[in-house]
């Protein structure tokens, strides 16, 4: 009933969503344009995540993809989820403080809070 009335009947307010769904309806896409996006993303981040997993990378930038990569399937993403994103910040920053950040990163981090914190001054009126 929630799906049918969030995503078909258009009671959401799409910009609140922070999805590809919620991005797609946003910018005025249809419910079928949002869709095929959506099971793009999560096709891709399934994929990509399968391939990490086997290699033979660090276990902690393996879980910190997964941490990350389980936000990208759901087209339920409000900010207040984005919390979990500590997860992955977390396990990135204990594996590169010992061995010191490499060129850009601690740019990346700076770049993905400064947006985090200017979500709700980017919103549509």
Known sequence: MFSQAFFTEGRATWFKLQSVFGLIRTVG?????????????????AISLIL???????????AAALAAGTLLLTPY??????????IPVGLLLRMALPVAFKRGELLAL??????????????PH
């Open 110 to 123: 700076a770049c993905a809070i400064l947006l985090l914190l200017a979500f709700p001054f980017l919103r």
């Open 77 to 86: 993403l409000f900010l207040y989820d984005l919390m979990t994103l500590a």
């Open 52 to 62: 990490l997993w086997r290699s033979r990378t660090d276990y902690a930038l393996k």
């Open 29 to 45: 896409g249809s419910e079928h344009l949002a869709w095929t996006f959506q099971w793009m993303m999560s096709g891709t981040v």
